[in-house]
């Protein structure tokens, strides 16, 4: 670090007094390191500047420059309002860009009479649109999921008003079905619950070190009444040591187990695998599964909230897409990583690894 005495401090004010005033900075460039899109054309609708931002997004060259917008430009909804804009001075929009890119943006153009230049700028909508139409979907879930059970409750309790309740076994079974839906609907909203703890930073850990073994035998035997056709293996070393929260680590593996029973195919023996192994300094847990699989293009996706893989198999078994979002919130709090891959020939491996305490 360098120090100035008194005397050189004052010297060196001095010098900064005698320089320039910045020089003002480049729009298109600032523009281009906030992600903003920045295109002009002339008066002859010829692209006389356009950033690099822009250019990513239009799937433009720099050889654009001086070409006629109308040629060059794929997104063509931009075509028809840079037309418009002459007559109404400035516009905003949505539009779509270049199919290939599949990104949206937020437009905005004005036209500069005394110029005769119109001015575009473009703000890249597309994440936000799908988290919109994630959302969406998540309330169609949430509501269909919700739907059901409470429905089940209403119709066996009318049956059992309705005079159900003289016959002992039909009164059984209506109360059964009362208890069932209802312990659903605990679940579901025990997920979102916890969901919101974790991301308002109020769960608080109990970080032990710790060997899972017997935790994770009493949570496979859990699994194994709930999900009888599933046989689960397990080769956990009982010599482990981990650093982690018991509960958090009973919520992460029984999701983790609950999916890769949920979705099994249905033509084969279903058989999922838990293992674990010492890689340095952490120990890496996985579970292994025959079912559908996932896709490569959701194997990131599906540890986002509300996400689910939009196939016939898994829009037919239950869930809102919560569960894996509350699996890495919990292994990221114990200080772990988690992630997928696809099992061989078939299924999925999801891991998660957390610091080893010897
Ligand atoms: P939910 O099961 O309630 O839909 P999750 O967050 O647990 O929510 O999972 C998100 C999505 O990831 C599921 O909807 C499903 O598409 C996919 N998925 C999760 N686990 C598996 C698995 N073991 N095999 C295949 N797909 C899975």
Redesign the pocket.
Known sequence: MKFFSKKKKDKAKEGSKSLKPAEPRDLSLVLDLMGVGFLVLDKNDRISEVNQSCMKFLEISSTAIGSPGVEVLKAHALVQLFREVKKEGSLVDEINGPISGGLSFLVSLTYDPERQETLIVLLDTTRLHKLESVRRDFISNLSHELRTPVSVIRANSEALIDGALEDKEAAKNFSKAILKNSEKLTYLLSDILNLATIESGEYSLDIQDMNPKNLIEEIVKNISEQFSLVSIKVDVDDKLLVKMDPQAFEQVLT?LLE??A??SSKDIENVVKIRSRKIGSLVRFEVE?N????SPEDRER?FERF???QNKN?LSTS???????IVKNLVNLMGGSVGNEQAHPEG?I?WFSLNSSN
């Open positions: 999701n999916n890769a949920k979705y599964d079912g559908i699989g996932i599906v996400f689910r893989a898994t869930g809102t897409g919560l569960g894996l979002s999925t999801f």
